[in-house]
């Protein structure tokens, strides 16, 4: 398989050069570009295309701004937040714009190449300890809506299936092995899963199961 194309925005070069640094010693990544602002990484994503950015969140033009304009113009660039935030409304803001990951500085190089493998295979990934928290934050915004549309009252048994693996934490190809379908038709059920439930990534339809047993 091909290297993952990634490109690292961060305005304080010293880290930026240490996380480049991880990502090429793990072996199965090529650094394409890299940045100090939210206007370096736009410029990136128009020109380059990578497979991933990863943003910092307080950045000279602000990460996030970055990241609803890339998200909006290239929905196919995975986009990661490499940040000290820790605020739950930073992380669901992120979420809302189109962020696929959402990971705190600091954490081992084994772990932030996994996480960034894992985004671009398809998946989304909050850092474990605010994933709770931010479980709360989405039932508080999303409640009122859910309750007056019942999205989820509209999804099919076989939506229901793949939802519910999803939750445990399964990726496309293996939610496809345990439940005997292609994973081509996973994805298709996926899309379908998200805009009934209104959500804009499988971390929130996920934690939208975690939820109603809550």
Partial sequence: MANVRVAVIDDHPLLRAGVI??????????VVAEGGSAHDA???????????ILLDVNMPGLGLEAALQISKAHPNIRLIMLTICDLDD????????????YVLKGTSPAELARVVRSVCEGESYVTPALAARILTKIRVRTAPKAK???????????????????????KNKEIARVLSLSEKTVKHYMTSIMQKLQVRSRLEAALRVKERSV
Wanted: proline share 4%.
């Fill in 42 to 52: 736009i410029a990136i994503a128009q020109n380059l295309r990578p497979d991933a």
């Fill in 90 to 101: 930073c992380v669901a803001t992120c979420l809302e714009a189109g962020v696929a990951g």
């Fill in 21 to 30: 640094h991880s990502l090429k010693t793990a072996g199965d990544f090529d």
């Fill in 148 to 170: 007056a549309q019942s999205p989820q009252n509209d999804l099919t048994s076989r939506e229901e299936a793949v939802l519910d693996q999803l939750a445990l934490g399964l």
